[in-house]
C-alpha cells in the first residue's frame, strides 16, 4: 500500500503572516518605534523563553495567565521553563540582572511574539505579538500622563483616533486596595446566589476581578457595592487628581471606570485602557499603568514603573477593517522589465542588472524588482502588476540603443514617459 504523505499545519492558535500582510504590519512596527523613540525610549530585546517562577511571582498564581494560559514545560535539566505570557515581569528581570534600575531612571520598548494557550478567535491567538514599554524609577503623575499622551500620539499618526476611547482609573496603593479587598468580599459573600462560578472563585482568590465580570447578572449584583476611591488616601487622591488635570491641559478625552481593573496582580494607583468598538464587541487595544512595587517583588531593590503594552493583531486588524491601510507602501516600487533576444546573458540583460544595482545605490530606500528568465512583454508586463510596483521601467535593446528607459504607471492614468538613465534615480525617489 503507498504511503500518504499528510500535509502538516499549522499549530492552532499560531498563525502566519504572509507578504501580503507584512507591509502592513512593516507600517504599524515603524510607527510605533519612531513614536517610542521620540519620548526617548529605547529598545530592550528578551528571550522568548523565561524560568516559570518570574510568572508566578510576578503575575500572580490564581490569576487566569498562571492557572490556565501559561505554556510551561520542563526542560532536559528539570527545570520549569515557559513561553513569556507578557513582557513586563521579562523587562524587569533583565533591567534588574543587568543593573539598569536601582537608582537611575530608564526609559525600554520591545515588541515580540507572547503565548497564551486560550480559545483563539478574532484578534486573539495563542501565538501573538506585543509592543510593550516600561518606565522606571519615577513615582510621580507627571510620568503617568506623558505614557498616555504617547498613546494618544500612536493613534493619531495611525489615524484611529476617532475610534478608541481612554478609560481611566485608580487602584490606590496596596495597603488602601488592602482594606477595600475586606470590604469587597463581605459585600460579596452576602450576595454569593448571584453570582456565577467564575465570580465565586476569584471572591476568594482575587476578589477585584469580579468587578470585571462580562456577567450581567454579576454586575447588577454589584450595584451598591462598596468603591474603591472611598478608600484613597491623601497622596492617592493627589496623584490621580493631578494626572486628570494634566490630560485636561493636553486635550486627551477620558472615561472615569471604577470598574477598571487589569488582569494582573501587580498593578497600584494609576490603571488605563484603549478601547473600541470598531473589532464588533468593545474590545481592549491597549492597556496599561503602575506598578511601584514589582521590581522588588522580582528581587530588585524598591523601584516605581509604569507601562503598557498592546496587541499588534488587534491594531493591524483594527486599521484594515476601517480601510486605513490604502496607503500603506507596497513591497515593490519599480519592476523592470527586461526586452531583448533570447539569449539570459544578452547586453540588454545585463545593461539591465547594472542599470538596477546603480539605482539601488543612488536611492538605497528604493525597492526594484528586475524580472528573472525571460518572456514576452505581457508575460512581464502581468508580473509587473501582481508585484504591487507604481511603475514599470522597461528596457530593451531600443532603449539600450538611445541610453533610456520607457516609464509605465502602473496605478494610475499617467501617460508613459521615456526617461534617461542617469534621470530614473530622481523618479525612483518621488515614490518613496
Request: charged share 25%; hydrophobic share 35%; aromatic share 8%.
Amino acid at each position: 500500500m503507498a504511503k500518504v504523505n499528510t500535509v502538516i499545519q499549522r499549530v492552532r492558535g499560531m498563525n502566519d503572516c504572509l507578504p501580503s500582510e507584512t507591509n502592513i504590519w512593516q507600517m504599524v512596527e515603524s510607527v510605533l518605534k519612531r513614536v517610542a523613540s521620540s519620548y526617548g525610549f529605547a529598545e530592550i530585546r528578551m528571550p522568548i523563553v523565561e524560568s516559570t517562577a518570574l510568572f508566578k511571582r510576578s503575575i500572580g498564581e490564581v490569576t487566569d495567565i498562571v492557572e490556565k494560559e501559561m505554556y510551561t514545560f520542563d526542560d532536559r535539566n528539570g527545570d520549569s521553563l515557559t513561553l513569556r505570557p507578557e513582557g513586563t515581569a521579562s523587562c524587569i528581570r533583565a533591567a534588574n540582572q543587568h543593573g539598569l534600575l536601582y537608582n537611575q531612571e530608564q526609559r525600554f520598548w520591545y515588541m515580540g511574539p507572547m503565548f497564551r494557550h486560550e480559545r483563539p478567535q478574532k484578534g486573539r491567538y495563542r501565538q501573538f505579538h506585543q509592543f510593550g514599554l516600561e518606565a522606571f524609577g519615577i513615582a510621580t503623575s507627571d510620568l503617568d500622563a506623558e505614557i498616555i499622551m504617547l498613546t494618544s500620539r500612536l493613534w493619531r499618526e495611525l489615524g484611529i483616533n476617532d475610534f478608541v476611547t481612554l478609560e481611566l482609573n485608580s487602584l490606590g496603593s496596596n495597603e488602601e486596595r488592602a482594606q477595600y479587598r475586606q470590604a469587597l468580599v463581605a459585600y460579596l459573600t452576602e450576595r454569593e446566589d448571584q453570582l456565577d462560578e467564575d465570580s465565586k472563585r476569584r471572591m476568594h482568590t482575587n476578589p477585584l476581578r469580579v468587578l470585571d465580570s462580562k456577567n450581567p447578572s454579576v454586575q447588577a449584583a454589584l450595584v451598591g457595592a462598596p468603591k474603591l476611591s472611598d478608600y484613597f488616601g491623601d497622596e492617592t487622591k493627589v496623584h490621580f487628581d493631578q494626572l486628570c488635570r494634566r490630560l485636561d491641559a493636553a486635550g486627551i478625552k477620558y472615561e472615569l471606570n471604577e470598574r477598571l481593573v487589569r488582569g494582573l496582580d501587580y498593578y497600584n494607583r494609576t490603571v488605563f485602557e484603549w478601547v473600541t468598538s470598531s473589532l464588533g464587541a468593545q474590545g481592549t487595544i491597549c492597556a496599561g499603568g503602575r506598578y511601584d512595587g514589582l521590581v522588588e517583588q522580582l528581587g530588585g531593590k524598591s523601584t516605581p514603573g509604569f507601562g503598557f503594552a498592546l496587541g499588534i493583531e488587534r491594531l493591524v486588524l483594527m486599521l484594515t477593517s476601517l480601510e486605513k491601510v490604502n496607503n500603506v507602501r507596497p513591497q515593490v516600487d519599480a519592476y523592470l522589465i527586461i526586452l531583448g533576444n533570447k539569449a539570459l546573458d544578452s547586453e540588454v540583460e545585463i545593461t539591465a542588472n547594472q542599470l538596477a544595482e546603480q539605482w539601488r545605490d543612488e536611492v538605497p530606500m528604493s525597492r526594484i524588482q528586475c524580472h528573472c528568465g525571460g518572456g514576452n512583454m505581457k508575460k512581464q508586463m502581468k508580473r509587473a502588476d501582481k508585484s504591487g510596483a507604481q511603475i514599470a521601467l522597461v528596457l530593451g535593446e531600443d532603449e539600450l540603443a538611445r541610453q533610456l528607459v520607457t516609464i509605465k504607471y502602473l496605478r494610475g492614468q499617467q501617460e508613459q514617459q521615456s526617461l534617461a538613465f542617469d534621470q530614473v534615480a530622481k523618479l525612483l525617489t518621488s515614490l518613496i
